[in-house]
């Protein structure tokens, strides 16, 4: 199983910005957004389901929709309103029977 998220980049503070997570060897399991801001510790974003229902932290919640397209193995996660609270690195995450497997991880940068 490999995961690749991608999409990150900068933007200014308001604005949105849309992370994929596309998943290769991966059939229908539960993927969850991760991020670590600098000096800080991992944080469980979102977690979506095989059947798209999805899970947020507060702190996302009301701004961040997770999406899946089954088709393409890929997730999705559109972050709106972005803060400079936002600012981490994001994610993608998985667990396979009992196997943990992450993605290599995006950067996003939101200027205040």
């Known amino acids: 199983v490999q995961l690749q998220a991608f999409g990150g980049g900068l933007v200014q503070a308001g604005e949105p910005l849309k992370l994929s997570c596309t998943a290769s060897g991966e059939d229908g399991h539960p993927i969850d957004w991760y991020r670590q801001a600098p000096g800080q510790e991992l944080e469980l974003v979102a977690t979506i389901y095989v059947d798209s229902s999805a899970t947020y932290s507060d702190s996302v919640k009301g701004r961040f929709t997770s999406s899946r397209d089954n088709t393409k193995n890929t997730v999705y996660l559109q972050m709106n309103s972005l803060k400079p609270a936002d600012t981490a690195v994001y994610y993608c995450?998985?667990?396979?029977?009992?196997?943990?497997?992450w993605g290599q991880g995006t950067l996003v940068t939101v200027s205040s």
């Open positions: 995450h998985t667990v396979i029977n009992g196997l943990s497997h």
